[in-house]
């Protein structure tokens, strides 16, 4: 795929994985839309460093002052910049989700909506070609979609991290972006959970930004089978007790860590 650096809104910054950049069919394995065929897009850079991020090589730069929870797991090393990132041109972008032949388009990351100029170009080019096509993004909900970039997605999969992810809440709380998304429609909100206790914290988001338990889904932080197994035991319960949606990570049931899937 051509890497340029023309405009900004002209290339969008990918993570690359195995050589390429980082587009891929599969099945969307969490939230609203859990088993949906869908094509990713998954962009690179994030504004937040969750401590148990698991696309870690989109922001865990060598150099980075941000800690993770592998930096002290024997052979894990910070990721080089320049091996992981990739910067695309919007045709080839383009190109390369249309030949999957599906309508269903996730942008993920990374953080996608540190990349909206771009994006917009994305959606526009691809509903050039076909009125059918579905846009998704998934967010951490700390930045506000422009006017354009609203006009183009159909679902926010908003994600707000909590104090387990280790970023401050100053970081992670912007109360202009959740006001947003708490009164937009399109909006479902994905907490991922480790403890019982985070539940308080989740609690009192959603009271203060009036979300519905009807808008939120919990699933549990884990990136092996074996954890999500042991917390979905009460995260169930938390979800009947409250009226919330609960999910599985069906992407972790089937492939575990693996990138690209
Ligand atoms: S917001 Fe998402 S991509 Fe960014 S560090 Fe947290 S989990 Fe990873």
């Known amino acids: 795929m051509t890497q340029r650096s023309t405009s900004r809104t002209d290339v969008l910054k990918l993570a690359r994985l195995r050589g390429e950049p980082e587009i891929f069919y599969s099945i ?3 939230g609203k839309s859990i088993g949906i065929p869908s094509v990713f897009v998954r962009t690179t850079l994030c504004n937040l460093h969750c401590i148990w991020c698991d696309t870690d090589y989109t922001w865990n730069w060598e150099g ?5 929870k592998n ?36 942008l993920t990351g990374g953080e996608p909506m540190l990349q909206q100029a771009a994006l917009v170009r994305l959606m526009e080019q691809l509903c050039a070609q076909s009125k059918d096509y579905h846009f998704e993004v998934e967010t951490n909900g700390t930045l506000l979609p422009s006017p354009a970039f609203d006009q ?30 708490a009164r937009s429609p399109k909006a479902n909100f994905n907490f991922v959970v480790a403890e019982p206790s985070d539940l308080e914290e989740i609690l009192s988001m959603l009271q203060q930004y009036a979300i519905p338990p009807d808008r939120v889904w ?21 979800c009947k007790k409250h ?16 990138k690209g899937v």
């Open 28 to 30: 969307q394995g969490e």
């Open 64 to 68: 980075t002052r941000f800690s993770h």
């Open 71 to 106: 930096d002290d797991k024997p052979g894990y090393r910070k990721f080089s910049k320049k091996e992981w990132m990739v910067e695309c041109n919007i045709d080839a972008v383009a190109a390369a989700v249309a030949d999957f032949a599906c309508a269903n388009v996730i």
């Open 152 to 181: 183009q997605i159909h679902q926010y999969n908003v994600s707000p991290k909590l104090e387990n992810s280790g970023n401050p809440q100053k970081l992670r709380e912007k109360s202009g972006p959740l006001r947003f998304f």
């Open 218 to 238: 919990l699933m549990p932080e884990g990136s092996t089978p074996a954890v999500l197994n042991k917390r979905r035991k009460w995260l169930v319960e938390i």
């Open 243 to 258: 009226g919330f949606r609960y999910s599985d990570r069906i992407h972790v049931q089937i492939w575990g860590a693996k």
